[in-house]
């Protein structure tokens, strides 16, 4: 099992991004997703999740109105669409998705829970 994120780079205050989370070797649709992110030094912060089939969505209270998570499993990738992008968005962002199909945890954005990780993209906002 193997989650790659992509799509991170250097945008200007109120820009915007999209990363994508892909998967090889199973399919994502099986499974929800969330992202999260971190900055060195800090601990990891969740940021956004949806369920297995896209009916659930949640967000941090940092991101709610600037972000938007959605999935394509048709495409086997999941999206997290930022907008009006911040500095203190700056961040290496990560998916990931736990072991067991269709399965939401109690806690969506608690990073304990999450068994398999993308090697994370970095998100530079900054003028």
């Known amino acids: 099992v193997q989650l790659q994120a992509s799509g991170g780079g250097l945008v200007q205050p109120g820009g915007s991004l999209r990363l994508s989370c892909a998967a090889s070797r199973f399919s994502l649709g099986y499974y929800s997703i969330a992202w999260f992110r971190q900055v060195p030094g800090k601990e990891r912060e969740g940021v956004s999740f949806i369920s297995s089939r896209g009916s659930s969505t949640y967000y941090a209270d940092s991101v709610k109105g600037r972000f938007t998570i959605s999935r394509d499993n048709a495409k086997n990738t999941v999206y997290l669409q930022m907008n009006s992008l911040r500095p203190e968005d700056t961040a290496v962002y990560f998916c990931?998705?736990?072991?067991?199909?269709?399965?939401?945890?109690?806690?969506?954005?608690?990073?304990?829970?999450?068994?398999?990780w993308g090697q994370g993209t970095l998100v530079t906002v900054s003028s």
């Open positions: 990931a998705s736990p072991s067991e199909r269709h399965w939401v945890p109690p806690l969506v954005l608690d990073s304990t829970v999450y068994h398999y």
